[in-house]
């Protein structure tokens, strides 16, 4: 994450387009049968700001947000876990033994598919994986448009060969015969698109265009996700310094800065072998930052050119009666506050680049109005000039107006009988009344349910049973 916002206001000058328009998910966590979930604009009209309208014959127009509600269990976070699963198969990092084909199946199927459609600037690609734990049995790149699709390369593992099939390579027969080359020797477990890449692969620009896609844009917080590098940051670059200060006083936390005090290897909470560890192999003018074991506190060693290592610990900085500041232990600080300075980062690299962020619980430890801010700063920096988006879950139903939030940027997510995981679009059910009362009476679905507690009989629970 840290290496990520290292590039952020380098690239502000630059006008990208970088969207999600669909994934798909198959035989893998809590989906089944084939299971989709869109981001491609209905023909509604509301909050035109949220859509990034075509312009030509076959361009698709995308939402550049979208909520996605459920109930505890019902599989709104196995959707982030399967983006994420293929943004590393993409990059070359199979995660083998990582996940679970949908074990809920009568006859258990062993192949996981995994799909998704892109924009990247000007173009839209398909790109997808068929897998099981020996590795990839098939991989493909289309290039596609709202008409048509036009291969880039597809990949078929047989028994003891692979066959590739490529659409057009551009350069001379020299280029042609190292992409052949780098086909025949592509490991199971690669994709071809990151093997292209880590060799230099020369004559498919759409490969390099998809990888980067998957290694810059898309970019994905868990709820354990920690940004841990903010005071150093702060202190290395003024404009994002400028821009932080002002989310925070934006958010009113009581926090109004951030910033690296200096302490000793004896005052930290990490251990020593790990402390000697890096002291041994700091390099002069290299610097490194490291969480304590709790994720609270933050520390940094920074080695100048001589070779002399210091510490420092990030702290908060609250402002006193006397507008004197005094600084904070991070862990002096709420959880809400903590979330909160991790998605910072995000909101400002959001505003200066185009971005796709997927964020798993929004909500957790914020209060409820939180969530609803953090959307109400990022429709307020829609631009032309950058095309992001914002996709999360979240259980917070504040954000369930339809002056806030338009139809189809609303998907539902539901176990089904055979606890299979249902994606439902909100603007399939057409609504005309208050859209969150309408959620919280169940008529959309997507909310726990639960037995009457007069039906249960207590009487009937043994000693041992409550025990």
């Known amino acids: 994450f840290i290496c990520i916002l290292c590039r952020m206001f380098a690239l502000k000058s630059k006008i990208k387009t970088r969207m999600i328009l669909r994934a798909k998910f198959e035989n893998i966590l809590s989906f089944n049968s084939e299971t989709e979930i869109s981001f491609i604009a209905g023909k509604g009209t509301s909050l035109p700001a949220h859509v990034y309208r075509a312009e030509k014959r076959d361009d698709i127009s995308v939402l550049r947000s979208s909520i996605i509600y459920g109930a505890n ?43 998704i459609e892109i924009k990247a600037d000007s173009l839209y ?13 098939k991989e493909w790149l289309y290039q596609i448009s709202s008409r048509a699709k036009k291969k880039i390369f597809e990949r078929i593992q047989e028994v003891d060969y692979v066959n590739y099939f490529f659409g057009e390579i551009e350069g001379n027969e020299e280029s042609k015969q190292f992409v052949k080359f780098l086909s025949e020797g592509t490991p199971i477990d690669k994709s071809f698109l990151s093997e292209y890449h880590k060799r230099n692969g020369k004559g498919i620009i759409a490969i390099s265009n998809v990888y980067n896609w998957f290694d810059d844009n898309l970019k994905i917080i868990f709820p354990e996700t920690r940004f841990r590098g903010l005071s150093f940051r702060l202190e290395k670059d003024d404009e994002f310094s400028n821009v932080t200060k002002r989310l925070l006083h934006f958010f009113n936390t009581g926090i109004s800065d951030l910033k690296k005090v200096a302490t000793n290897k004896e005052e930290t909470d990490l251990p020593k072998k790990l402390i000697s560890q890096i002291l041994s192999e700091a390099k002069p ?48 600080e709420s959880d809400g506050s ?5 998605f910072i980062p995000m909101l400002i690299d959001l505003q200066f680049n185009s971005a796709v962020y997927l964020i798993d619980e929004i909500d957790r430890s914020m209060h409820p109005i939180m969530s609803q801010k953090i959307f109400e700063y990022y429709f307020s920096q829609l631009s032309n000039a950058n095309n992001t988006q914002l996709i999360c879950t979240t259980h ?18 539901e176990k089904e009988r055979d606890g299979s995981t249902r994606l439902t679009s909100l603007a399939n059910f057409k609504p005309r009344v208050d859209i969150r009362k309408s959620y919280l009476q169940g008529k959309y679905g997507a909310i726990p349910f639960f037995a009457n507690v007069n039906t249960l009989n207590w009487n009937k629970l043994k000693d041992e049973d409550m025990v």
């Open 73 to 115: 269990a019902s599989g709104k976070s196995n959707m982030i876990r399967c983006v994420n699963l293929l943004k590393n198969i993409a990059l070359g990092r199979f995660p083998r033994n990582n996940w679970d084909v949908f074990k809920l199946a009568p006859e258990k199927k062993v192949d996981s598919k995994l799909e």
């Open 396 to 413: 917070e139903s504040h954000l369930l107006d339809v002056d806030f939030i338009r139809t189809d940027e609303v998907w539902f997510v």
């Open 285 to 332: 003018d290299e610097n490194c930052c490291v969480a304590s074991s709790d994720q609270q506190s933050v520390y940094f060693f920074e080695t100048d050119k001589e070779g002399q290592t210091k510490i420092y610990k990030q702290m908060t900085v609250h402002k006193n009666s006397q507008d004197e500041d005094v600084v904070f232990d991070m862990d002096e």
């Open 125 to 137: 690609y398909s790109y997808g994986v068929i897998f099981n734990i020996r590795g990839i049995k």
């Open 338 to 342: 903590i979330r909160l300075l991790d």
